[in-house]
């Protein structure tokens, strides 16, 4: 069935690094695929998503470039700041269905 | 906008007893979803509603789980009795017809079962 990998955590940077999260998917036909932010104490907020090959979305600083190739969707962000410390999931929805499947969550702390 | 509301936010009973979970969606939202997410791992759907047909109720243990909608906008979720691994976060979510790719999250219950 269709899944999504993402890398485990946790993650732990300085403010104003780099930050990649490395997301793999398998599914049939062409997915859409989000990355979904999780702050603590708080819901899941949608941060970003790619309906279709080549596709980038971003928001907030970050971005995620739909490949198909590869079947990845990694989250990267230039710099990184001290709330940007929560858990981010890796998420598919197939073509013409509605189940999202989540990745584990990967949690990420920035340090000041 | 008001987002997607649930109640209560936490929730501590002991093994055996019965359970319940509110989640009212965002307004004009006529899809609705529950997931539960165990920790550590990412949410698992539980039961999809369009309007009040519950449309996949595949992954919801139907032997003490139970949820309705019965005027088509907010739902509740119910087990009884709860077991010791029921304890997770249950979370609820909808999404609009017009943009069904996207759904939205309610701030969860958490649960535990002692």
């Known amino acids: 069935g269709d899944s999504v990998t993402q890398m485990e955590g946790p993650v732990t940077l300085s403010e104003e690094a780099f930050l990649t999260i490395n997301c793999t998917y398998t599914?049939?036909?062409?997915?859409?695929l989000f990355w979904y932010v999780q702050y603590p104490g708080e819901g899941l907020q949608l941060l970003l998503k790619?309906?279709?090959?080549?596709d980038k979305g971003s928001n907030k600083g970050f971005e995620a470039t739909y490949r198909k190739e590869t079947t990845s969707f990694h989250l990267e962000k230039g710099s990184v700041q001290v709330s940007d410390s929560a858990v981010y999931f890796c998420a598919l929805n197939p073509a013409g269905d509605y189940k999202l499947s989540f990745g584990a969550g990967t949690t990420v702390t920035v340090r000041a | 906008e008001a987002g997607v509301v649930q109640s209560p936010r936490y929730k501590i009973i002991e093994k055996k007893q019965p359970v319940a979970f509110w989640c009212n969606p965002i307004?004009?939202?006529?899809?609705l979803y529950w997931y539960r997410q165990n920790l550590g791992q990412g949410p698992e759907l539980l039961i999809r509603y369009e309007n009040e047909e519950a449309v996949d109720d595949s992954q919801l243990p139907k032997d003490r789980f139970s949820a309705e909608r019965l005027k088509g906008v907010d739902s509740t979720l119910k087990i009884q009795p709860a077991e010791l691994g029921d304890s997770a976060v249950y979370l609820c979510?909808?999404?609009?017809?017009?943009?069904?790719?996207?759904?939205?999250f309610g701030p969860g219950t958490r649960l535990t079962v002692l």
């Open positions: 790619a309906t279709k090959a080549d």
């Open positions: 979510a909808s999404s609009s017809a017009l943009r069904t790719d996207t759904q939205y």
């Open positions: 307004s004009g939202h006529n899809t």
């Open positions: 599914a049939t036909g062409y997915p859409s």
